[in-house]
């Protein structure tokens, strides 16, 4: 059973688009809005007829809110939004600040609209308290299913693409030499593609592992991945997977699905190797064929 600090390291489905985002953002707006107005918890009874009106502006600015915090702090925080390294505790993390930012901003605003109307208001940490309360249940419904729709979603499909390549004959006669030059055109390296293992990309520099015998033997050029994935278009055994790696799939024997995406697995490289979300169905068959 899982710990609770290696469950909250568990990779996560970090979704960047913007229709996905408008599409939770009105799900938390609604069921905000519905469940303050059927259930009038926290004294919303005194409200009497201004209820209807009261409910919806918080249903409305909660919708704005989870917006916001969906997609501004992606923006700004690149580099802690990165979807490898999108976790549930990440997520859990951004969740907690924004029932904060939320919470207070309906405070704020809750308490002039209900002061307009000589409504007394609820103190900021009782309010605070509240706003955890009501957003448990969507939020607890959002990340528990959401993760383990995704993750079995993808652990199926993984399993379709493998079973599907183990029926194929997969090796290719043919073994030709290519040069890639580097940038400048002043550097080059010279391999044959059956013995390319996989290309990584360590900045303006790309890493060629090369197999050697039993060793993998590293060389170093001076070149985007986006170059040389052109130079090596035409060999179908020879794949950009991630915008950091181009493999040799005649190298794959496995892939793997979790929450965050697909993982590659090889005999000879000594990690499991993303595949960017880009990838349709045909093109993940394909990695292993």
Known sequence: MKSFSS???????????????????????????????????????????LILGYTIVLGVVTSFGVFFMLFIPALIFKNYFDEDKWTIGRN??????GIVLIGSFLWYF????????????????TFLSYTFFVATIPLLFFVFINEKNVREKREKRANEINIYNKEKLVKKELNP???????????????????????SSQGNYASFFIQKNIDLKEKILRVTLAKIN??????????????????????IKDISGNARGYLLKSDVIPFEVPVSRSFSKQSLKSLLG
């Not at 990779?11 to 707006?29: A, D, R």
């Not at 859990?92 to 600040?97: A, E, K, P, S, V």
């Not at 060999?235 to 005649?250: A, D, E, F, L, P």
């Open 92 to 97: 859990l993390f951004i969740i907690l600040i």
């Open 177 to 199: 030499e290519i040069t890639i030059y580097s940038d400048n055109k002043k550097e080059k390296i010279v391999l044959k593609t059956d013995d390319l293992v996989y290309i």
């Open 110 to 125: 809750g308490n002039l609209f209900k002061n307009t109307y000589g409504i007394k208001g609820l103190n900021y940490f």
């Open 7 to 49: 469950w909250l390291s568990t990779p996560y489905y970090f979704n960047p688009s913007i229709k996905f985002k408008l599409k939770v953002s009105l799900y938390f707006g609604f069921f905000v809005f519905l469940f303050l107005y059927v259930f009038k918890p926290f004294n919303l009874y005194s409200l009497k007829e």
């Open 230 to 251: 052109e130079e090596l278009e035409e060999y179908t055994n020879i794949i950009r997977c991630h915008k950091s790696y181009i493999v040799n799939v005649n190298y």
